[in-house]
């Protein structure tokens, strides 16, 4: 082994998945070094040196798909194999039929787009698929079109079976929705045409049957790293991701859902995941998780079968338009009803993940229940007696719409993608952009925010009016919860003070106190989200 951490040509008497089975050995609190060494038949020092290169095992285990290699070798290639594999992941979500020709033609497609000189022959394609433990075999295709009578039989044959073993507790149903964030009535058509690629995310949906718990939403955008979010993504109520598209790619998808079999391996616990068949939730994505169990829906009949899509997509666009209407409505520069739209018009992106987190959290578990009875989800047979919730039975109504209007406004980005493909370009780009992760992490992108350049003490001199102005009222209550905040804005800024003075410092989380920066599984605030990405 290198002298500077890495594994070195020694370390690799241990296949992939062997070195992962050490780890998750290590992790044991009765486990010492010595024990796992002896266990695995390798000296103290050797399991000591993998136990030190866990990040870049667990980034091999994920990207690469042969888990018997001991060494990880880099084709001829390069960027094109590590782009090939990319595209052919996507292939296989979307259910194409391939071939090797079809590999080599591609193969060579990309090396044109990369600039690269590449000649795929016969040899290079048998070594890039042993890489990769790809083998071709013979399938039945899968019928494209489903109707509702195929949905309804699905219902009745076989989710039954599939529920079996699992409470309400532990069957979960994740979807994905594209959302035009600073859509509203009366913005200028072609303003929003043009400013679709900036103004639209997609969000990532996640919850259990019972309804107890709402996984931390996941906001997918274009921009790597926005100007008007904070440096510190993990700050975020949400989790945030970036893709050319701001789609849900299988990529993404996968990071999202081997970190949430990890905490499930953590906890010890195993739930039932139902999913739509497209290109983001790649099926051979099971054989890498151990604590999820996927299932899917037949093709083309999530409007009749995703418990999501039957009422729970619909309520949390429904409390983020209208807490977007209240914004323009309470705003002191709304002078009439035509500068709502201008107003909504200046959300920005953190704008509306706040929106959107507390959006979430108004999905009340009644409502979640509803929408998995109306698919079919029935554990016993006093469910299907139950009345069903209309989806937005409990969204307040702006005063100045009517309920069409609201409507229209809360569907008005129902057709809008949030999951796809990249082109062979975007491929290119993409990887280019993982090989160069470390240049790129300090672009900006994105609107600027003003409110990103507030400093503590401007802060302060706004809660200090604030605070005021409740005495002035006699609003004690609210005074009190402003004082808090106050405390809380003062020991964040002192933390920050000398958290620049010695980098690597705890930070200040409020309401916890000091705490080493946190991780990609920080919790949601409201109780019944979960921690997530």
């Known amino acids: 082994m290198a002298r500077d951490g890495r594994l070195g040509p020694g370390d690799f008497q241990l296949s992939l998945a062997d070195r992962v089975k050490l780890l998750q050995a290590l992790e044991s609190p009765s486990a010492s070094l010595s024990s796992v060494a002896k266990l695995f038949g390798i000296s103290k020092s050797q399991a000591g040196r993998i136990g030190r290169s866990r990040e870049q095992i667990l980034a091999d285990w994920r990207t690469n798909a042969n888990p018997l290699r001991k060494r990880k070798r880099e084709g001829k290639g390069g960027e094109v194999e590590d782009t090939l594999f990319l595209w052919f992941q996507q292939a296989l979500a979307r259910g194409e039929r391939l071939s090797g020709p079809i590999l080599k033609a591609k193969a060579q497609e990309l090396a044109l787009h990369s600039g690269r000189e590449f000649e795929a022959t016969d040899g290079w394609l048998c070594r890039w698929k042993t890489r990769h433990n790809i083998v071709f075999k013979r399938q039945l295709g899968e019928k494209q079109d489903a109707d509702v009578g195929s949905a309804q039989s699905w219902v009745s044959e076989v989710l039954p079976s599939l529920l079996a073993g699992y409470s309400a507790e532990n069957i979960f149903n994740a979807d994905e929705t594209g959302l035009l964030y600073r859509g509203y009535p009366g913005r200028d058509p072609t303003l929003l045409s043009s400013k679709k690629a900036k103004d639209r995310v997609s969000v990532l949906c996640c919850a259990n049957h019972a309804g107890t718990e709402k996984r931390r939403l996941l906001v997918v955008g274009k921009s790597r790293r926005p100007r008007c979010l904070p440096k510190d993504l993990h700050a975020l109520p949400i989790a945030y991701a970036s893709s050319a598209n701001a789609w849900v790619t299988a990529h993404i998808f996968q990071q999202w859902v081997l970190q949430w079999d990890q905490e499930l391996r953590r906890n010890r616990r195993k739930v039932l995941l139902f999913l739509a068949h497209n290109s983001a939730h790649p099926r051979e994505l099971q054989a890498k998780l151990h604590h999820i169990k996927l299932a899917f829906f037949p093709p083309n009949t999530s409007s009749i079968t995703q418990p999501l ?48 987190h507390q959006a979430w959290s108004l999905v009340r578990p009644a409502t979640v229940q509803s929408c998995f009875r109306k698919a079919g989800f029935h554990l016993a047979p006093s469910e299907r007696e139950e009345l069903d919730l209309l989806p937005l039975a409990d969204v307040p109504r702006p005063p100045f719409m009517s309920e069409q209007d609201f409507s229209e406004f809360v569907g008005m980005d129902a057709e809008e993608p949030a999951v796809g493909e990249m082109t062979s370009e975007e491929c290119v780009l993409a990887q280019r952009s993982q090989w160069a992760e470390a240049a790129e992490c300090s672009e900006e992108d994105g609107d600027p925010d003003p409110g990103s350049c507030i400093t503590a003490a401007e802060a302060l001199a706004g809660l200090s009016a604030a605070m005021k102005w409740c005495q002035l009222h006699g609003l004690v209550y609210h005074w009190e919860r402003l004082l808090e905040t106050e405390s809380t804005v003062r020991m964040a800024a002192v933390a920050e003070a000398c958290q620049s003075q010695a980098p690597g410092r705890s930070r200040y989380v409020p309401g916890v106190g000091l705490l080493a920066p946190l991780g990609l599984g920080s919790a949601c605030s409201d109780p019944s989200c979960s921690a997530a990405l």
């Open 309 to 356: 899509d039957m009422g729970v997509v619909c309520n949390l666009k429904g409390h983020y338009r209208a807490l977007v209407a209240a914004k323009a409505q309470l705003s002191p520069e709304q002078g009439r009803a035509g500068r709502a739209a201008e107003i909504a018009g200046r959300v920005t992106l953190l704008d509306a993940i706040y929106m959107l």
